[in-house]
Structure formats: structure tokens, C-alpha cells
């Protein structure tokens, strides 16, 4: 997971790299972020049904390899297509297999504990990037882009792949059963389940909190650049570079903490009060958005607050529909964070150049990350409670 973060999470870094050297718009460069997050989510659903046939360790392994040569080849591209079918791609179709088969894994070791155990391997993914952000940027600083990017490639690749080679499916010996674990354990088939009204409830939240984080995530060197804060020194460091950090780690700690909160007071009850700090860190951060220290203090809350979708939604699915067949199904709802890309990417990239200002979309971000966490406890949970009943009741009938 550390070894496919940087493709998403150190993006912003690159961004104005690739306009000057591309001689392209911002919107035009971001359409590139849309690509990776697509393919990734787009994909999932193969690439779950890939994992639920062969195992996990050869997709995840090659993966790893196709990641690091994305950033590899990306280094190259002389061209907007060359960078989409390179870092947007290569990225992409990698950093999903590798995703998508380790959720595919920790959700069959760990039944018993679910959302924390998916929190600790997702805040690989979550909080690797604070490990290479400033190596990163640094790189970039004394050389160019075109040899940063090849440099950690290598590096991503090469590391990702040899770790994937220790990992394995479970087998019944392995798994310890527990009372606590659903009685749907056996698994709701996919055709099943995208029948079912709570995958599409599921689906439209999830949406809601990626299009907010993602367009964060996209933007963020723009507009803390736009806000005069990005090259300002805070704690002896340079804003930009310390806040991705920053948010890096608590994009990665708030997901076994949430997975494991998650697992003692229920998973709605942990979105609604996850989503609703993530409104109130977005408003905070955009009101002292002329202070550089508070705005590297609250940007990493604010990341604090989205992370752990990566560990609640995966966990609630799995709950919901069962294990056996977790990868396809996550994989299918997992495409809601392609649709996020596009809607926090170059829309939301278009619709400052069209407003000529951040606020109006910071504005549907508050919004929606308010309504999702109303949705949890007002519509989720009443539906999940209704169906686990239902399923129980059939049980009981056989």
C-alpha cells in the first residue's frame, strides 16, 4: 500500500511541473488525476474478480511494477497524451490491482475486526506518501521532475513487488470464527447486491466524500498557492511540502482509528461523526485560510475527517453483503471514487477558472459532506438494521 500512495497523494507536487514543461492549462494537466483515479475504480471490478480467481499475490505484484512504470514512462511524455497514457493509465490500472487485492485480503483474515484491520493496511495507502513527500519535493528542487519521477518509479516498483510475494489467501484454518460476525458471512452475490437500494445509498455517499476529498487532494498546491500560504515557513519548514505531510499521516491514522471505533459503537454512527468533522475541518480551514500555520494545522484535520471512507465503506459493505464474494462487490462500489476524480478534478478545476475562486467549491464540499453524514444515521443505518433482519429472519425459517 506505501508503495502505490505516491501516485495519488504527491500528484499535487507535479502539477505545475507538468504545465510549464507540457505548456497546458491546469484543467488540461488535472484531466490526468481523473485518469488515474478512473482506471483504478473504473477497473476494480475486474481486477476483484481477477483477485477472487487467481489469488492475490501475482496481480498485487504486478500492480506494484505497473505503478512505478507509469511514474517511470510518465517522466517521457512530451505530450498530454503521452502524461494520460503514462501516469494516468499505467498508474491507474497498477495502483488498482494492488488495492483492491489487499482490501480483498484483510477483509477475509479479519472478520471479527473488520474496520480496524482494513483501516491499518489502508493507512498504508492513506500515510505512505509521508514518507516520500519531502524526499519528493527536495528531489525535485536540486533536479528535475523528469528524474524525480524516474528515480522513485524504480524504487516503488521494485519494493512493491517483493513484498506482494509474502502474501496469501486465507484457508478455514486460518480465519478464527466469531459470534460477532454476520450470519451473512457466506456472501451476497454482485448481481444481488446492485439490486439492493443500500449498495446505491452506499454508492452516492461514497461519491459525495470523494468528490470533496479528491478535489482537495487535486488542488491543493493551486489554491494554497492562490491563498498566499504554500511558500510561507511554518515550524521551520516550507508550508506546502509540511502540510502534505501532515495530511498524509492523519490521512492514514484516522483509518484503523475510525475502523476501530467503527467496531464498538457501529458504523453509521462513526460516519455521521467522521462526515460531519470533515464539513466542520473544511469550513475552518477556509475561514483562516490567510494563516499559514492553522492552515497546515486544519488541512490535516480535514483529512482526518475523509481517510477513513477507505476503511467504513469496505467494512459496511462487507457486514451488509458478506465475505465470499467482498472483492467484486467492493470493487463495484469502489468506482464511486472514479466518479469523485472527475466531479473534484478538472470540473472542479474548470469551475475556479470559470468563478475565479475556490470559495464556491469549498462551498458544495461543506455541503455535501454534511448531507452524507445525515444520510448515515437517517437512511443507512434504518436500511441496514431492516435487512440484516430480513436475512435473519430467513435463517431462522430454513
Not at 521494485?158 to 513484498?163: E, K, L, P
Not at 465470499?324 to 471514487?337: E, H, M, R, V
Request: aromatic share 12%; with cysteine; hydrophobic share 50%.
Amino acid at each position: 500500500m506505501v508503495s502505490i500512495s505516491s501516485p495519488q497523494f504527491v500528484w499535487t507536487l507535479f502539477t505545475q511541473a507538468f504545465q510549464d514543461s507540457l505548456h497546458a492549462t491546469l484543467p488540461a494537466i488535472q484531466i490526468t488525476f481523473s485518469i488515474l483515479i478512473l482506471v483504478m475504480t473504473g477497473l476494480s471490478p475486474l481486477q476483484g474478480y481477477i483477485v477472487d480467481k487467481f489469488g492475490a499475490r501475482l496481480p498485487i505484484s504486478l500492480g506494484c511494477l505497473l505503478s512505478g512504470i507509469g511514474w517511470i514512462i510518465s517522466a517521457y511524455a512530451t505530450s498530454l497524451t503521452g502524461l494520460y497514457l503514462s501516469y494516468g493509465l499505467f498508474c491507474g490500472i497498477g495502483t488498482g490491482l494492488v488495492y483492491v487485492g489487499i482490501i480483498s485480503l484483510v477483509v477475509r483474515w479479519f472478520p471479527d475486526r473488520r474496520g480496524f484491520a482494513t483501516g491499518l493496511v489502508t493507512a498504508g495507502y492513506g500515510s505512505g506518501a509521508a514518507l516520500t513527500t519531502f524526499p519528493i519535493d527536495m528531489v525535485m528542487r536540486t533536479a528535475s521532475y523528469q528524474h524525480t519521477l524516474i528515480v522513485f518509479g524504480i524504487i516503488f516498483g521494485v519494493v512493491g513487488a517483493a513484498a506482494a510475494l509474502a502474501m496469501r489467501m486465507p484457508t478455514a484454518a486460518d480465519v478464527r470464527a466469531s459470534a460477532a460476525v454476520t450470519s451473512l458471512e457466506s456472501g451476497v452475490e454482485p448481481k444481488q447486491m446492485l439490486r439492493s437500494s443500500i449498495f446505491w445509498l452506499m454508492f452516492v455517499m461514497m461519491t459525495m466524500m470523494s468528490t470533496g476529498g479528491l478535489m482537495i487532494i487535486s488542488q491543493f498546491s493551486a489554491f494554497s498557492r492562490d491563498f498566499g500560504v504554500a511558500n510561507v515557513i511554518v515550524f521551520g519548514q516550507v508550508a506546502l511540502p509540511l502540510a502534505l505531510t501532515v495530511d498524509r499521516l492523519t490521512n492514514g491514522l484516522t483509518r484503523p482509528f475510525f475502523g476501530w471505533v467503527s467496531d464498538n459503537i457501529g458504523r453509521e454512527n462513526t460516519m455521521a461523526i467522521a462526515f460531519l468533522m470533515e464539513a466542520a475541518a473544511v469550513t475552518s480551514m477556509v475561514v483562516f485560510r490567510d494563516n499559514a500555520s492553522l492552515f497546515v494545522v486544519l488541512s490535516g484535520l480535514v483529512f482526518f475527517g475523509w481517510g477513513e471512507i477507505f476503511t467504513l465503506f469496505p467494512s459496511t459493505l462487507t457486514d451488509t453483503f458478506g465475505s465470499k464474494f467482498a472483492t467484486t462487490n467492493y470493487g463495484l462500489l469502489y468506482t464511486a471514487q472514479g466518479i469523485g476524480s472527475v466531479l473534484g478534478g478538472p470540473l472542479a478545476a474548470f469551475l475556479h477558472d470559470q468563478t475565479g475562486s475556490w470559495l464556491p467549491l469549498f462551498a458544495i464540499i461543506i455541503a455535501i459532506d454534511a448531507i452524507a453524514g445525515i444520510l448515515a444515521l437517517a437512511a443507512l443505518k434504518p436500511k441496514r438494521r431492516a435487512y440484516s433482519a430480513m436475512y435473519q429472519q430467513k435463517g431462522a425459517n430454513r
